[in-house]
């Protein structure tokens, strides 16, 4: 299985987890051309808690929310290599264009996005919060990030 779960295999393993006293820390993305920003991101995240969570769009959802160039890097691909990370204990891939029914399935303890969205914004604030939760965000890395690195490969290679 390594860290990359179905939701139901997800859903059990959070029992687990549960059970053990382990704060569960859950955020999520599409991690398409994974980058520094992604990486110091999801350290910072796994500082909140003992287990990092980490939802992952599948490609067709990247396809409906960022059009039919994204991804990039296709949806194994993604998840192997995020599950690679030491901050990352485990990636749950979703179909749909937002977490939602992911995050009710699992309930986090603590659920975080970038610095980029404002708390109200958060899908999944109001399940994290009536379960006692926490919702927070993590300050944005500037200037790191995927449509960047698009924008270098396009202005260097397709001029």
């Known amino acids: 299985m390594g860290k990359v779960f179905s939701i139901a295999e997800l859903t059990a393993q959070r029992q687990r987890w549960k059970e053990e006293k382990k704060t569960v820390v859950f955020t999520n993305g599409v991690f398409d051309l994974l980058h520094r920003g992604h990486v110091k991101y999801l350290a910072e995240a796994k500082k909140l808690g003992d287990v990092l ?3 992952m769009n599948t490609d067709d959802s990247v396809h409906r ?4 160039l994204r991804p990039i890097v296709p949806g194994d691909d993604r998840a192997f290599v995020l599950s690679q990370l030491a901050s990352v204990d485990a990636v749950c891939l979703f179909t749909e264009e937002t977490p939602f ?5 699992v309930v986090p303890d603590i659920l975080v996005k970038g610095g980029d969205y404002t708390l109200d914004a958060i899908v999944g604030k109001d399940i994290v919060e009536h379960a006692g939760g926490k919702v927070m965000t993590i300050p944005f890395v500037e200037n790191k990030s995927t449509t960047n690195i698009v924008e270098i490969i396009r202005q260097r290679f397709c001029s």
């Open 101 to 105: 029914n992911l995050i009710a399935a």
């Open 53 to 55: 969570i980490v939802g």
């Open 65 to 68: 929310i960022k059009g039919p």
